[in-house]
């Protein structure tokens, strides 16, 4: 499984921005998947997801803040980050599994993951 993402850059505070997990070798349909950020000198967070059943996750720092979804025929997830902020620059990765039943803030859970995106946020 490899998991490539795209869409990071630099944006304005307030502009909304999207960004893309590419998967090869897995199918999003029926798998669970996450995405997962880290700002410079923290710890990852999960940011919000998609639940094998396709019940969505969003994280509670995020509400009203993204979009989760995914497009099958084209094997590829998106997020949509609306109204950036600074504190939302952070590389951001996605994240999925095989054999996850359900969905899991436990970052440890996530067997494959992809290189990152870098998305920094200009005052």
């Known amino acids: 499984v490899q998991l490539v993402e795209s869409g990071g850059g630099l944006v304005q505070t307030g502009e909304s921005l999207t960004l893309s997990c590419t998967a090869s070798?897995?199918?999003?349909?029926?798998?669970?998947m996450i995405w997962v950020r880290q700002a410079p000198g923290k710890a990852r967070e999960g940011v919000a997801g998609?639940?094998?059943?396709?019940?969505?996750h969003v994280a509670t720092f995020m509400k009203g803040g993204v979009t989760d979804s995914s497009d099958n025929a084209k094997n590829t997830a998106f997020l949509e980050i609306h109204n950036v902020k600074p504190e939302d620059t952070a590389v951001y990765y996605c994240?999925?599994?095989?054999?996850?039943?359900?969905?899991?803030?436990?970052?440890?859970?996530?067997?494959?993951w992809g290189q990152g995106t870098q998305v920094t946020v200009s005052s």
């Open positions: 994240a999925v599994d095989k054999q996850m039943y359900g969905f899991s803030w436990y970052l440890g859970a996530w067997t494959y």
């Open positions: 070798e897995f199918v999003f349909d029926g798998h669970a």
């Open positions: 998609i639940g094998s059943d396709d019940s969505p």
